[in-house]
Structure formats: structure tokens, C-alpha cells
């Protein structure tokens, strides 16, 4: 099977069944090691094509990793001013402490 055709121009991750009988996991490891540090793969050894057994597992690893590049920004919040933090969990944006 022929994946690829270059490396992606961002990073990509890459949640593998070693069982799937549609993608053969030595694809995805040639796929891998041909992208480099722009992909990571994640083989889970007893899956096929689509782990719904472990589809909690890789959608919380997928959200983590899409999270990764921007933790250095932690504090923040879309649409606030440089410098002003995320609002307090539990507290109302914009609403002072003592009348909360």
C-alpha cells in the first residue's frame, strides 16, 4: 500500500489498530518513519480498524496531543486581552470575586 506523498506541511498524528486489515500497520510505519518528527503513531496491539474498544483512551490522547503546542499559552482564553488570565473555574467571566 503507498502512503504518503510527502511530508505534511503540520504535524499529524496517526491512531493505528495492529489487527486492521484495511491498513496494513507496516504502511504506517513506513508512513512514519518516511514523516518523521512530524508524525506520531500510536499502535495499539490487540485493535483493528477502527478500536472502538479503546475509543476513550485515544480520543482523550488525541485531545491531549492537540493541546501540546499551545500548553506554553495556558492562561489565557479566546478572545482576551494579552495579560488577562482565563476565568476562575466556578466564577463567572468578568464578575469580581466579592460579588460572585
Known amino acids: 500500500m503507498e502512503l504518503g506523498g510527502g511530508v505534511p ?3 499529524a498524528l496517526g491512531v493505528h489498530g495492529a489487527l486492521d486489515d484495511i491498513f496494513p500497520v507496516e504502511a504506517l510505519h513506513d508512513l512514519d518513519r518516511d514523516w518523521g518528527v512530524r508524525h ?12 472502538l474498544n479503546l475509543i ?5 490522547q488525541t485531545a491531549d496531543w492537540v493541546v501540546e503546542p499551545t500548553a ?3 492562561g489565557r482564553y479566546r478572545g482576551s486581552p494579552p495579560g488577562r488570565p482565563a476565568p476562575t473555574a466556578g466564577r463567572p467571566a468578568g464578575r469580581d470575586a466579592a460579588h460572585g
Open 9 to 11: 506541511g503540520t504535524e
Open 40 to 51: 506520531r503513531l500510536v499502535v495499539h496491539p490487540r485493535e483493528a480498524h477502527t478500536s
Open 56 to 60: 476513550n483512551q485515544y480520543t482523550q
Open 72 to 74: 506554553g499559552r495556558a
